[in-house]
């Protein structure tokens, strides 16, 4: 039956994150803010909607090692297992933006989230607000970047023709399954951590991980096969920023998260500080800016050393 509710939890959490993503965007279209905002800032803050609600259901039910290894579960999937497999479906090309701005970005917050919590074992408000005003910084720079650059993010021109009343129907339908299915998933995969005799940091990091990386596993696996570059290194990175930022962020200011579990800081964190960091080399390595399919099947094989080691540790 615990399998049911994850399952369940996570349709939910991507029908959820998908009503919210187009009623975010349509709602700004009618306050006339520009594609380029709205695919910086609505979209992003949408699409983290998922691992924001479990982390913070986690973290008020009692299961902050859920809340924490969510976010570093989910940052270590989307390098591993959704660039990988991006990847090994064809090649894809890495922009200068990348090493100059994104990436150096990526390891700050990582590295600020470390230390946070290696500091007194716990993510406080103070820290939580500290993340959040350097994503408000990162947003700002990023958004001044793109500008200069006149490179403008795919936003779906339809979302502007969307009537008021559909707009509150698909954020009462958003907000409805993001809440029930963050609960579900949360309470289901406590079930399964008890049953199994493993650790709710281990179910965490990988299960709910995984499940909250599925709708971009799905886009990028999609637009690969159909030849198009809706996925960049840069899409992945800013997800990874925003989930320290945004996720783990506005989940302390509302409740202190502290450590429960001795692996995410003797493990699990450098895992996902080690993938953040093996990209650079990786884009200069062999061939100069480019993750090709051999890189993609490293990348891959890595995450399930990873996924192996969690379980048999």
Known sequence: MSILWVILGFILLVVGGEFLVRSSVAMSFKFNISKLVIGMTVVS???????????LNAALSGSPAIAINNVV??????IGLVLGITALIGSISVDKSFYSFNWPVMML??????YFLKNDGQLTPAE??????????????????TKKDKVIEEVDDALAQVSYFKIIIWLILGAVALYFGSDWLVEGAKDIARSV???EAVISVTMIAIGTSVPELAASVIAAARQEKAISLGNLIGSNIFNIGSVLGLTS???????????ILNRDIFWMIGFAAVLLPMIFIPKKFQISRYKGFVLVFAYSLFIYLVFKG
Request: aromatic share 8%; proline share 4%.
């Open 45 to 55: 803050f949408a699409t983290s909607a998922p691992e924001l609600l479990v982390s």
């Open 73 to 78: 579960g989910s940052n270590i999937a989307n």
């Open 109 to 114: 917050f990582s590295l600020g989230m470390y």
């Open 128 to 145: 939580g607000g500290v993340l959040v005003a350097a994503l408000v910084v990162f947003l700002i720079l990023l958004i001044r970047r």
């Open 197 to 199: 005799g493993v650790s």
């Open 253 to 263: 200011i509302i409740k202190t998260i502290p450590v429960t579990e001795a692996e």
